[in-house]
């Protein structure tokens, strides 16, 4: 600006102008690259909010059984009670204990404790309905939230439950022959 005021040659005004097209191109230049950074950061914190979610979701979930965990137990509460109209909902709470695991885990190994333990499981969410909080509450403890029921309702998914583990047959894999019955025990209250 202060070269503008004096007076200049022509050649010193191109001069001038090249200098300022040349800056104004660095600066484009320089734009382009940030707006290019800043796409590749957003595409980054993208991915990581997704990792992250996947992460927090993965915490809440038992990695043996499937079934959620005690902090997915807590959210599943949590979600039960957000679900809850204005009136009274009655839920049962069951919680169910394998009988002598200890047992199968010290005669057949803890790898075909596992095994077992999937099994169970399966059977619990078999039984739960698609409102119900189920969880992998202990080693061989699980936990079951039956909603919008009555008690009589309760103890009937809690025989279900137990007279359908209890039917089961399992068969050691080294010999196939059947192994002692597992049977589980179920409060409700």
Known sequence: AEELNDEITTEHFRKLVDALTTS?????EGTAALHANLDE???EARALRQELARV????????????ANRFGFEDGIAALRDREHAGR???????ADLDK???INDRYGHVFGDKILKVVAKSIAAVAGSN???????????????????????????ERLRAGIEAG???NPKTNEEIERITVSVGVT
């Open 56 to 67: 927090r979701a993965q915490a809440k979930i038992d990695p043996l059984t499937k079934l």
């Open 89 to 95: 909902s009655s839920h049962a709470l069951l919680i």
């Open 24 to 28: 104004t191109q660095r600066m484009h």
């Open 41 to 43: 950061s957003r595409d």
């Open 101 to 103: 695991f200890k047992n």
């Open 132 to 158: 119900d909080v189920v969880a992998r509450f202990g080693g061989e403890e699980f936990i079951i939230v039956v909603s919008d029921t009555t008690l009589e309702n309760a103890v009937a998914v809690a």
């Open 169 to 171: 047959r399992i068969f």
